[in-house]
């Protein structure tokens, strides 16, 4: 089946740095990336849509600065965290679509950021 | 290898049917299952579930977790068609999530 790896699984970065997550599609071509944050009570919060070679698509509230995504390849989507503080502490998670299945979404594992 | 199989992949009812939606794992150090619905953006999380055997309630929704098979399911009764989404789930290790493709549910009026 389609497989979605994140990396790093887990970041532990000082107060005012920069952290960078891949999001990759193993075998197959992600068309459109999501991303997410896990906030407490387990919800997910839809950050943004990235479709290839194009820019983002942030949700509301979501500083497109602040989170900086790239979708450079058909199997890469990056997240760049800048100048982290530590309420942007949380899950991060990515989930891909091939293109053909418009409802599939395929979820990474997820990238636990601790910003110290 | 970690993972988690959702069943059926879609089903279509008639408003007022009750619907069983199944979950089956194979994840190393099990913390928790999580179930979702999905309709346009971003899941909505319904139910954590920790424990084996304990019913999760809201509503028209239940879920209950069994660690000896591995599995849960989630039971949605008198079926609106507010119903229909996608259906996620999602299992919690130490340090990871594993999800699966969904259940796509479909409810005809």
């Known amino acids: 089946g389609a497989v979605v790896s994140q990396h790093p699984s887990r970041v532990i970065c000082k107060s005012g740095t920069s952290v960078k997550i891949e999001c990759r599609s193993l075998?197959?071509?992600?068309?459109?990336m999501f991303w997410y944050r896990q906030f407490p009570k387990q919800s997910l919060m839809l950050m943004a849509t990235?479709?290839?070679?194009?820019?983002?698509?942030?949700e509301q509230g979501v500083e497109k600065d602040k989170f900086l995504i790239n979708h450079a390849s058909l199997t890469l989507s990056t997240l760049t965290v800048t100048s982290a503080h530590p309420e942007d502490s949380s899950f991060y998670i990515c989930?891909?679509?091939?293109?053909?299945?418009?409802?599939?979404?395929?979820f990474g594992p997820g990238t636990r950021l601790t910003v110290l | 290898e970690d993972k988690v199989v959702q069943s059926p992949l879609s089903l279509v009812v008639h408003e007022g049917d009750t619907v069983t939606l199944n979950c089956s794992y194979e994840?190393?150090?099990?913390?928790?299952l999580l179930w979702y619905k999905q309709e346009k953006k971003a899941p909505t999380f319904l139910f954590m579930l920790?424990?084996?055997?304990i019913e999760k309630k809201s509503g028209r929704l239940s879920s209950i977790l069994d660690k000896k098979e591995l599995s849960s399911i989630l039971n949605i009764t008198a079926t609106q068609t507010g119903d229909s989404a996608i259906y996620l789930c999602?299992?919690?290790?130490?340090?990871?999530?594993?999800f699966g493709t969904g259940t796509s549910l479909t409810v005809i009026p």
């Open positions: 989930s891909a679509r091939d293109g053909i299945s418009t409802d599939t979404q395929y």
């Open positions: 075998d197959f071509q992600a068309t459109t």
């Open positions: 990235s479709n290839e070679g194009s820019k983002a698509t942030y």
């Open positions: 994840v190393t150090n099990f913390r928790s």
């Open positions: 920790t424990s084996s055997g």
């Open positions: 999602a299992v919690k290790s130490s340090n990871q999530f594993y």
